[in-house]
């Protein structure tokens, strides 16, 4: 692995199900991030940790939880997809003292 | 209430010459500005960032030029190449704000061979 990861690389769900998308970095980045983009409204930030054991609220938390159990690995879950949720999803990581962050290929997202 | 606005969606540029991409802030917090290239089916990838303390940076062909009293930066591509056509974000962030950034809504560059 070098960077960051994210699984799955697509995926069509039906409205109501539940989804966990998965980002693993091996950078060994305190900070995490995830963020979806829609067109004409670039990237929003949804959650972010700071450090394993700690989360916070973005731009647009609503619909979405994130944990951060471990410095690697950082999953977002729609516990209940809705169509407003069709989105590519980001998943980001930067150093404590650093500001600029190191992205993920994205997850398209699709709920019907 | 977009705190980072790209007001251009798209620009196209021949080969060879300048491009220019324009972004605008309200938030006078922000005092780090970054600005990201996006192909398609990739994440974003960092370019170039300035510091508020700067008016100017440089890296190769790309420069950011910042003018804080108008809440206004610039990413300037000198000479343009096809392999610069993509999707562009600048981004701003604050001291304090625990390295969030926020980002504009992207400007889609085509240079034209």
């Known amino acids: 692995i070098a960077g960051i990861t994210q699984a799955p690389t697509s995926q069509i769900l039906a409205a109501g199900r539940r989804m966990t998308l998965r980002c693993t970095q091996d950078?060994?980045?305190?900070?995490m991030y995830w963020y979806r983009q829609d067109l004409g409204l670039g990237l929003r930030l949804i959650h972010y940790?700071?450090?394993?054991?700690?989360?916070g609220k973005g731009e647009v938390p609503d619909g979405y939880s994130v944990s951060r159990a471990n410095t690697d690995d950082f999953p977002l879950t729609l516990a209940s997809a809705v169509p407003s949720q069709t989105s590519v999803y980001f998943c980001?990581?930067?150093?404590?003292?650093?500001?600029?962050?190191?992205f993920g290929p994205g997850t398209r997202l699709t709920v019907l | 209430d977009q705190q980072v606005k790209q007001n251009s969606p798209s620009l196209s540029v021949q080969e060879g010459r300048i491009s220019i991409l324009n972004c605008d802030y309200t938030?006078?917090?922000?005092?780090?500005f970054l600005w990201y290239k996006k192909y398609p089916a990739e994440g974003p990838t960092f370019l170039i960032s300035?510091?508020?303390?700067?008016d100017k940076n440089e890296d190769g062909r790309f420069t950011v030029f910042l003018n804080k009293s108008a809440k206004h930066l610039s990413l300037h591509i000198v000479p343009s190449q096809p392999g610069d056509s993509a999707v562009y974000f600048c981004?701003?962030?604050?001291?304090?704000?625990?390295?969030?950034?926020?980002f504009g809504q992207g400007t889609t560059l085509q240079v034209k061979p």
């Open positions: 300035i510091s508020s303390i700067k």
């Open positions: 938030n006078s917090m922000f005092d780090y």
């Open positions: 980001a990581s930067s150093s404590v003292t650093g500001n600029e962050q190191f």
């Open positions: 940790s700071n450090t394993a054991g700690t989360t």
């Open positions: 950078m060994r980045h305190n900070a």
């Open positions: 981004a701003a962030t604050y001291s304090g704000n625990t390295g969030k950034l926020i």
